[in-house]
Nanobody
Framework: QVQLVESGGGLVQAGGSLRLSCAAS????????MGWFRQAPGKEREFVVG????????YYADPVKGRFTISRDNAKNTVYLTMNSLKPEDTAVYYC???????????????????WGQGTQVTVSS
């Protein structure tokens, strides 16, 4: 059974930083690209960033480019999201996800993912 467990969310002031973690189990982690998504209140879930199986390729959504960094440790079955220069508009529940397929470097569409974590709340105060 694939399980994804996020942690590291919290309340931070604008301009601050947080580091999210997503621990995966029940899968051969290194065979899959991984992704982070977020969902703000009243809004649809949106793609944030994806990382390739080896970690060498990363694809960021425009709103987070230059501020967020994704990384992974395949030995620890964990993917990370380091968020700097946080803004109030970054407030959302953040989810990590595993795609259905294992044959591409990253996926940006929600429908391409079949396993999701429970999410971790990030709140950025102004």
């Amino acid at each position: 059974q694939v399980q994804l467990v996020e942690s590291g969310g919290g309340l931070v002031q604008a301009g601050g930083s947080l580091r999210l973690s997503c621990a995966a189990s029940g899968l051969t982690f290194s065979r899959y690209a991984m992704g982070w998504f977020r969902q703000a209140p009243g809004k649809e879930r949106e793609f944030v960033v994806g990382i390739s199986r080896s970690g060498g390729l990363k694809y960021y959504a425009d709103p987070v480019k230059g501020r967020f960094t994704i990384s992974r440790d395949n030995a620890k079955n964990t993917v990370y999201l380091t968020m700097n220069s946080l803004k109030p508009e970054d407030t959302a529940v953040y989810y990590c996800a595993r795609p259905r397929r294992s044959d591409a470097d990253y996926f940006t569409q929600i429908k391409e993912y079949d396993y999701w974590g429970q999410g971790t709340q990030v709140t950025v105060s102004s």
